[in-house]
């Protein structure tokens, strides 16, 4: 057997489109959700136009799935904290911490359910900030390092992965681990798709091929640290 997760950063507007092949493929995922970065409605994705000084991902401006859909497009979801405005875990603790709680316990207010997930933006953290997360009553802390066992040898507030959904190697982790047996756990942006139908074939293919296989059992995050 082997268990599958997945997490998504930062509630853009592709979530919506992942979510639809999710559940067409009958899968679980966990989205970290900065939640003062989302706007009321839900942007409009647009390339970057003449002249425009902002970061994008490759030129693509996919936007934030706006707060008043937050329950209906995440509804079916796990969500988690990724920081009111994606505050890392290097910033002055104070600035931190609130960071974090307001996130959570605004998506807990949302959602009326617990959300006890944490995604380290930018994958950065100290161990000063990884104690105040722990302290705060948070179960885990996802980070953007890989590791080959997922939830044995990692402290929960340092909670690596397998791999990124796009990593080369992806098949090869995949299959690794199906043979020892434990945990393949893999993270993204599904901005990172853009606007393009061979990577969004690709993906599927992916999710196809996981949940086909019946020694696939999909779990959430949480349930890798509970
Ligand atoms: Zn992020």
Known sequence: M?????????GVVNDIKLISLLK????????????GLMPEQTDVPRWLGKGELRWTFKGF???YVGLKDLKE???DFQVASHGWTHKVG???ADEFIKDALDARHYLEDVFQRECLGYAWPCGAYTPESAKLLKDAGFLYGRTIENTEHVGVTDTPMRLNSS???????????????????G????????????ECEDLWKQFENK?????????VEWIDVIDIVR
């Open 90 to 92: 290097t910033a002055p």
């Open 61 to 63: 401006i996919n936007g």
């Open 163 to 181: 791999c990124h959904f796009q990593a080369w190697d992806f098949m090869h982790k995949f299959q690794a681990v199906k043979e020892r047996g």
């Open 2 to 10: 082997v268990k599958v997760a997945c997490c998504w950063d930062d």
């Open 207 to 215: 999710l196809d091929m996981l949940s086909s296989d019946p020694e």
């Open 183 to 194: 945990i393949f756990y893999f993270w993204g942006h599904s901005y990172e798709l853009l």
């Open 24 to 35: 067409k493929y009958n899968a679980k995922a966990t989205f970290n959700l900065c939640t």
């Open 73 to 75: 497009v995440y509804g």
